[in-house]
């Protein structure tokens, strides 16, 4: 298996795995999304992220927020739709999984 305990493209993932493994994403970022976005705006500024990061990981967060909005924030107005921020949130996980091989 690969990371996520489970197979991945490249390591024997299959196309239901990969379906699956997109929806169960979706709705981890929808879950994270509506827990991030304090204010209920429908987007995610710099500070609701940073607070919600914060509050898990603590060290080099500004880092990691600068990456995440330069990689997600398509539109460059320091928000981030829930379209943007699926990509953010999948830099998140991997970002994170990373730290705790690591």
Same mark, same amino acid.
């Given at each position: 298996?690969?990371?996520?305990?489970?197979?991945? +493209?490249?390591?024997?993932?299959?196309?239901? =795995? !990969?379906?699956?493994? *997109? +929806?169960?994403?979706?709705?981890?970022?929808? =879950? !994270?999304?509506?827990? *991030?976005d304090a204010d209920g705006s429908g987007f995610i500024d710099r500070s609701e992220l940073e607070a919600v990061l914060l509050a898990s990981e603590g060290a080099r967060v500004k880092e990691f927020v600068d990456s995440a909005f330069a990689i997600s924030d398509s539109e460059g107005d320091g928000k981030l739709s829930f379209e943007e921020f699926v990509v953010a949130f999948n830099h998140m996980t991997d970002w994170l999984h990373e730290r705790q091989v690591s």
């Open positions: 298996t690969c990371r996520w305990g489970r197979t991945r +493209a490249g390591c024997g993932m299959d196309v239901e =795995d !990969a379906v699956e493994l *997109a +929806a169960e994403r979706e709705a981890a970022a929808a =879950d !994270a999304f509506a827990t *991030a």
